[in-house]
């Protein structure tokens, strides 16, 4: 809220009446003078080690001092308290180097602009500040209705990813059906830093990146078409700022579900697809989906096809040459079925045979 001062004159009034007897009296009027004073600064700024912090900083003063403020107007910064003898910090008209923080007025003091940048920031200028405006008129003001509190931190805040499906965010564990417009989006709050932060994805440079950046936020939006090899993948993004010292980094990360119809359907034999009769056989059948199919088995006969069981495996323990044939597995889940098909041959077993011969003689 705006600041009211008051400046007060006492001004004396005499007043006289004069009838059958004369009498006076006088009287002392508090007369005030209002003076307006505000301040209009952000109320928590984040900050991180190594880096700036820009306070974004504007001010109103009566109008009476408005002739004062001149380029020779300079700005004072006070932490944790309004004392100017025990708080300054930091005073424009004055070599940084000096002062507990380094920084610079980047608003134009004679336009009400106290915008304000400060740089390489410790842990210990974490707290709050107080604007101060001198003059070398009579305007001296600091403005303790409002101050900034900054909070120097570590390590960057973390970035969030969204998954979009067809323009609308999915939240949780949600799957992704095959075939989808899908929109990976990492939004993070930027600090001040010089190189400004970037965003990066990791395990996918394939996809095209589309990436803005607004006021106080970075975004990058990976966009596919979902399939079959994205299942199960982890999408990690990671901001990076480039310190001085070395690169702070924080990131999110995203597992993307996808579903999709049975794919690469494939049957096996064991021991082999040729065997001889009376020994044992196992038909295995493998399907690649989400979620899991069922199997079924049909083998055909006379034409048709003739169905035997579910179940991903098929065995005979004693074969024999009614089980030759062609066996078919199919792969089904709610998107979709697949077939897969393999010659079952029985052999018959070699059989010696003795001959008994028996000579004649006429």
């Known amino acids: 809220a705006p600041a009211i001062m008051n400046s007060e004159n006492i001004v004396n009034v005499l ?3 004069s009838n059958l007897s004369s009498w006076h009296f006088s009287v002392n009027l508090l007369v005030t ?6 301040i209009y600064l952000p109320e928590k ?8 912090v820009i306070i ?14 001149t380029e020779r107007a300079k700005g004072v910064w006070l932490k944790d308290g309004t004392d100017v003898n025990r708080n300054v910090v930091f005073n424009s008209n004055t070599s940084s180097q000096n002062f507990f923080i380094r920084g610079n007025i980047t608003g134009k003091l004679k336009d009400k602009d106290c915008t304000t940048v400060f740089y390489d920031l410790r842990s210990d ?8 405006i001198e003059t070398e008129g009579q305007l001296k003001e600091t403005f303790k209705q409002a101050n900034v509190s900054i909070d120097v931190f570590e390590s960057p805040p973390k970035p969030r990813v969204q998954l979009y499906v067809e323009q609308k965010e999915v939240q949780g564990q949600e799957e992704v059906l095959e075939g989808s417009s899908v929109s990976l989006r ?3 709050e930027t600090l001040c830093s010089s190189p400004p932060p970037t965003l990066t994805w990791s395990s996918t440079p394939r996809i095209p990146l589309s990436d803005s950046s607004r006021l106080q936020e970075l975004i990058s939006d990976l966009n596919f078409t979902a399939t079959h090899h994205e299942h199960g993948v982890t999408f990690t993004c990671t901001i990076t700022y480039q310190l001085q010292d070395k690169n702070k980094t924080a990131q999110d990360s995203i597992t993307v579900h996808v579903q999709y119809s049975p794919k690469n359907t494939a049957v096996s034999v064991l021991p082999s697809s040729s065997v001889l009769e009376g020994s044992s056989v196992t038909l295995i059948c493998s399907s690649d989906a989400n979620p899991a199919v069922n199997y079924t088995w049909s083998r055909e006969s006379e034409g048709q096809l003739e169905q035997l069981q579910t179940g991903d495996t098929l065995t005979f323990n004693r074969t024999d040459p009614t089980h030759r044939g062609w066996y078919h597995c199919t792969a089904q889940n709610q998107h979709g079925s697949q077939n897969s098909s393999v010659m079952l041959d029985i052999q018959f077993p070699f059989q010696s045979v003795t ?6 003689t006429d």
Do not use: P
């Open 15 to 17: 007043c006289e009446h």
């Open 56 to 69: 974004n900083c504007r001010f109103e003063i009566n109008k009476q001092y408005n002739t004062d403020l």
């Open 33 to 38: 003078r209002t003076m307006y004073f505000n």
């Open 186 to 188: 990492c939004s993070a």
């Open 125 to 132: 200028h974490s707290g709050r500040y107080y604007f101060r």
């Open 45 to 52: 700024i984040k900050a991180l080690r190594g880096s700036c």
């Open 355 to 360: 001959l008994d011969v028996t000579s004649v």
